[in-house]
């Protein structure tokens, strides 16, 4: 578990950004300095190459090492949480020095 501020718990609280869903940026996000973010379009790109995934197994698609390597319930978890990511327009998570800051749902490159 990460180290996270009180305000960084208030805001997830107050967003209704789950632990999952930052662990989820955490894992297949973007860079950008201190913020990690998964954009709408970045979901579902990746749903629909995890949706292929589950459906052909065999497959080889340029997806994360920890997707192959997570078991058929871990990767339906990660399915649905990215789903929910989609529904919000996207997630930022603001990370300094191991101690996470704060979490807001994206709202495009000027949110950056």
Not at 15 to 35: A, E, N, P, T, Y
Not at 49 to 62: E, I, M, S, V
């Amino acid at each position: 578990m990460m180290h996270t501020t009180h305000h960084f718990q208030q805001r997830v609280n107050q967003r209704g950004i789950s632990q999952k869903m930052i662990d989820c940026v955490l894992q297949f996000g973007l860079w950008k300095g201190d913020k990690c973010l998964i954009s709408r379009k970045l979901a579902q790109a990746l749903i629909g190459q995890w949706q292929t995934l589950l459906q052909d197994p065999k497959r080889r698609l340029k997806t994360e090492l920890l997707w192959s390597e997570a078991g058929r319930k871990e990767q339906e978890a990660w399915l649905v949480c990215m789903k929910k990511i989609a529904d919000k327009g996207g997630v930022v998570v603001v990370m300094s020095q191991g101690v996470l800051i704060t979490s807001y749902n994206y709202t495009g490159m000027r949110s950056m």
